[in-house]
């Protein structure tokens, strides 16, 4: 086993899907977010409006590292812009979870929190701007995936098998 990386547009699954993993293999996972949180007790929304971006990728620089050097054997859900890490191939298998922006925005606005799950993450605020950025990173994403999971309209289980199947087979 070495790491799984999930990258992917925010909202696309990540979290989800990194559940479903864990609980089918004998992964652990962790979520880059969740680590800049606990690193800077406070949420990413803060992080942006008091810092901005520029700061919050030094933060994601800095977890890069400390992944590379330090963790093994465990699946990382990463932020939409965790992949301009330098030495992301180096942490581990890189997994994009993939889907049309449109269906990312249906789906966020189809759960549950959804106004939530809209909030919390700072880029989706104004989604023109959203699918702007979300058509600069898409060629970026399949360009440095070594496994394209299609998770249109599948259910994050379904997402999962798939995905530990690829992995498995490379």
């Known amino acids: 086993m070495k790491n799984i990386v999930l990258i992917g547009f925010m909202g696309v699954g ?20 969740d680590l800049i949180e606990s690193m800077e007790n406070r ?44 030495n992301i191939k180096k ?5 994009l979870l993939d889907s049309p922006f449109d269906e990312i925005i249906k789906r966020i606005k189809e759960h549950p929190n959804a106004l939530k799950k809209l909030k919390k993450r700072p880029l989706l605020q104004d989604l023109q701007k959203a699918k702007e950025i979300y058509d600069v990173r898409r060629p970026d994403y399949l360009k440095l995936a070594d496994v394209v999971i299609d998770v249109t309209n599948k259910p994050a289980l379904e997402c999962a098998r798939e995905l530990l199947k690829k992995v498995k087979k490379l």
Request: without cysteine.
């Open 43 to 86: 949420k990413i929304k803060s992080i942006f409006e008091l810092e901005g971006e520029e700061y919050f990728r030094k933060l994601e620089k800095k977890v890069a590292h400390w992944l590379e050097q330090s963790v093994k054997d465990t699946l990382i859900s990463t932020g939409g812009g965790f992949y301009k890490q330098k």
């Open 91 to 95: 942490i581990g298998t890189i997994v």
């Open 14 to 33: 990540k979290g989800s899907v990194a559940r479903e993993v864990i609980k089918h293999s004998d992964y652990i996972a962790i979520d880059t977010d």
